[in-house]
């Protein structure tokens, strides 16, 4: 299926109403299907978290779209003050509050209506959480509101357009290695996955990760002019999650030279942009 040609027939409030009954229907198992809470993936945040910390040497993040609280949990050893915000209120159940050191609430609220007021925020974080929204104008200037001046934005595992387009384009039934023909799958029946498993109908799967299947993902040069529209000074992108890389963390002969491969795959951007998966964002108020 061709993502990138698919009419763009969803309102605001259908994409929100889609993402809170797949949420609801997700989040009692959430934090055990989803790949970014595997050991090597908290890992990686966790470095990332630190270092919006030392970079702000603040002491308040807020997390948009902060689901069960993957975000919320590894911030509590960096930051004092947390703040989650999410539309699903089965979700916000799962968050744990509790912490010796952070004092940590959560509210029922959208990404693009943020409650808070101007320069509350030392740092702001979106994981897994752009591509679920009906456009992202609205929230990166209601995240650029609230942050303070020097803060910083950070936003992960959101998909790469040329990685969907590329995968999108090939034959449904010709003779892949296990690596790309499990892509494959991700891409045309993931629906069919979240439907026996959950009950949800393609249309509303479809509509809860909206910019993924109306606009197949965010182009590096796309998301660059968003930011900067939005008001943000500085903006890096980077591309995450080579096609194959779980294999290679998890290999015993090959875990040592993952993060060797990643280097030598990025310097050869953008010539091999195709083969990540996902895009991160970090991006300076």
Known sequence: MNYMLMKDKYSRDSVIRANVELHTAAADVYAETEPHYRPESIDRVTGIIRSLQETTTGQSLLDIGCGRGFIIDIAKSYFKTIRGIDVTPAMLEKVNLQSNTSDIKVYECSSDDI??????????????????????????????????????????????????????????????????????????????EIQAKFGIDKETFQAAEHLKHVSGGFKEENLVSEFKLAGFSKVEIRSEWMLGEAGIIHGKETARVAEQFRHYMRSLLPLSRHLFKYVSVLAVK
């Open 115 to 192: 409650r808070f007021n101007n320069d509350s925020f030392d740092a702001c974080t979106a994981f897994a959480v752009l591509h679920h929204l009906h456009e992202i104008a609205p929230t990166l200037k209601e995240v650029h509101r609230v942050l303070k001046h020097g803060g910083v934005f950070y936003s992960d595992v959101d998909p790469n357009y040329y990685f969907w387009e590329a995968i999108s384009q090939l034959p449904g039934e010709a003779d892949y290695s296990d690596i790309v023909r499990r892509e494959i799958d991700q891409i045309l029946h993931k629906d069919d």
